[in-house]
């Protein structure tokens, strides 16, 4: 399984960003997918989860309220929109897949495949 991240980039504070996490290979039909992020100099966080079929999510509260993780399991893809950015949601951004169901986790150990990450920067 391969994950591509992409979406990322500078934007000023105030806008908003969308994320995509394609994964190929998949051969697995339920399955959670997260997103996570790192800013520098920080330990990576928890951001968003979801499930395969869209039915739940579940927010760090840094970002609840303004932003929107969404999939499409026909793409095996996710999704991450942040609105109303701010300077402290620069990081470095990474989607993670499970390969099975293991609810909306927040734990980066449950997960088992990670994207290369896409940069996020936020400016001022």
């Known amino acids: 399984v391969q994950l591509q991240a992409s979406g990322g980039g500078l934007v000023q504070a105030g806008g908003s960003l969308r994320l995509s996490c394609a994964a190929s290979?998949?051969?697995?039909?339920?399955?959670?997918m997260g997103w996570f992020r790192q800013a520098p100099g920080k330990e990576r966080e928890f951001v968003a989860a979801?499930?395969?079929?869209?039915?739940?999510?579940f927010y760090a509260g840094s970002v609840r309220g303004r932003s929107t993780v969404s999939s499409d399991s026909t793409k095996f893809t996710a999704y991450l929109q942040i609105d109303s950015l701010k300077p402290e949601d620069t990081a470095v951004y990474y989607c993670?897949?499970?390969?099975?169901?293991?609810?909306?986790?927040?734990?980066?150990?449950?997960?088992?495949?990670w994207g290369q990450g896409t940069q996020v920067t936020v400016s001022s």
């Open positions: 979801i499930l395969w079929n869209g039915a739940s999510t």
């Open positions: 290979g998949v051969t697995f039909s339920r399955y959670s």
């Open positions: 993670a897949f499970s390969r099975v169901n293991i609810g909306l986790s927040s734990v980066e150990g449950d997960y088992d495949y």
